[in-house]
């Protein structure tokens, strides 16, 4: 492992313009997909079942005929035992792979309906293009089902498929504005 890395993996180094360790950004998120206006408040979970029209919850959204889910892309950091660099994305899905997935939310039981097809909704650094397909696969006890590329031509399979380079996380890390130097530098 980068020496460097496993100094920003075991210490607790602050992040000046947030204020989060650096073990903290390793898991980042997007509060909604990127089609989604920023005037859209985001409700409650029961919304999606109770409200008609356009709606965003914590991890559901509907924008017309267009469904949803939110999901975790898990990118691994290379030599790093394991470790993923987490983002907490948005897929859109087709309306019955959104239906089942609500039917079966509040049982805990999304795992039961396997994989299925969907798009990255929203755009990623280190990564240009249109959205990759991809597949969402549900995990257990309702926790955010994981995405993973399938479309192998686009720069994302590759990143998920070989790993991070510990370069390209602190990219990540400044495409989301934190601060590199109060992470990588003593004060």
């Given at each position: 492992?980068?020496?460097?890395?496993?100094?920003?993996?075991?210490?607790?180094?602050?992040?000046?313009?947030c204020?989060?360790?650096?073990?903290?950004?390793?898991?980042?998120?997007?509060?909604?997909?990127?089609?989604?206006?920023?005037?859209?408040?985001?409700?409650?979970?029961?919304?999606?079942?109770?409200?008609?029209?356009?709606?965003?919850?914590?991890?559901?959204?509907?924008?017309?005929?267009?469904?949803?889910?939110?999901?975790?892309?898990?990118?691994?950091?290379?030599?790093?035992?394991?470790?993923?660099?987490?983002?907490?994305?948005?897929?859109?899905?087709?309306?019955?792979?959104?239906?089942?997935?609500?039917?079966?939310?509040?049982v805990?039981?999304?795992?039961?309906?396997?994989?299925?097809?969907?798009?990255?909704?929203?755009?990623?650094?280190?990564?240009?293009?249109?959205?990759?397909?991809?597949?969402?696969?549900?995990?257990?006890?309702?926790?955010?089902?994981?995405?993973?590329?399938?479309?192998?031509?686009?720069?994302?399979?590759?990143?998920?498929?070989?790993?991070?380079?510990?370069?390209?996380?602190?990219?990540?890390?400044?495409?989301?504005?934190?601060?590199?130097?109060?992470?990588?530098?003593?004060?």
């Amino acid at each position: 492992m980068d020496p460097h890395f496993a100094r920003l993996l075991s210490s607790q180094r602050i992040c000046k313009c947030c204020g989060a360790t650096f073990a903290q950004l390793l898991s980042l998120s997007c509060d909604r997909p990127d089609i989604c206006s920023e005037d859209l408040v985001v409700q409650d979970n029961s919304a999606i079942l109770t409200e008609r029209g356009d709606v965003l919850t914590e991890d559901f959204c509907r924008l017309g005929d267009l469904h949803f889910l939110r999901v975790v892309l898990g990118l691994p950091i290379q030599g790093a035992g394991g470790v993923e660099f987490i983002l907490g994305t948005w897929a859109s899905v087709a309306p019955e792979v959104f239906d089942e997935y609500l039917s079966l939310f509040d049982v805990r039981e999304t795992e039961a309906m396997g994989p299925k097809p969907a798009w990255l909704a929203n755009a990623l650094p280190l990564s240009d293009g249109a959205p990759p397909a991809g597949r969402i696969r549900p995990r257990a006890d309702g926790q955010y089902p994981d995405l993973d590329i399938v479309e192998t031509a686009h720069p994302l399979y590759e990143l998920q498929s070989r790993g991070l380079e510990f370069e390209e996380v602190l990219e990540m890390l400044y495409a989301y504005g934190h601060d590199l130097p109060s992470l990588l530098y003593d004060a």
